[in-house]
């Protein structure tokens, strides 16, 4: 009960502060515009005329600073990333020279994997990687391997789209193509993937 009446306190001398500036700022404006008004137009054009200039290059210095910190800030969080995915894709060429040879990765050492990438993943990623990587996740665990192939290349797609890519011509099937020989009839034989590689990453 008290913290609350504290609460509403503290509200109330907020509001009240930002009452009394604005009046403070109403009344300078007012002055500054009858001294405007009693001088002569010459010398009042020419005040008007000095202070937009201060205030335009005022403006002008604190949105440029505004936009060089949010650059700072979206580089920072670009570094961050960056090695977070390229963590993933490194696992990703993993699990396809394994295929290739025969072999299938230890379980452990991909449950270790995905449990150390979700939670990089949940802090850098992005929403359309975070949204990727979910769909990717759940085919994968439906046990439809082709579905898995194809939602994997949509995560790597929004990748790129993360750090910068255009990805324009990138059809489906062109990522995928870069590691998987005849990718189309790859697509075409529906028991190329056995159940228990289905799911690599899952």
Known sequence: MQQNQQSVGQNLLGFSLLALIGVAIYLMMKIAADLLLALDPRVAAAIVAASATVLVSVFSVLVSKFLERRAKIIQEIRDKKIPVYEELIDFVFKIVRS????EQL???EVEDFMFSFTQQVIVWGSDSVLHAFYKFRHNGDSGDGQQA????EEL????RRDLGH???GLSQGKILGLFINDFDQYMDKSS???PSANNPLG
């Open 106 to 108: 230890p379980e452990d």
């Open 192 to 194: 190329m993937l056995q």
């Open 156 to 159: 790597l797609l929004a990748i």
């Open 99 to 102: 295929s290739k040879k025969g």
């Open 166 to 168: 255009g990805n324009k």
């Open 149 to 152: 192939v194809l939602c994997m």
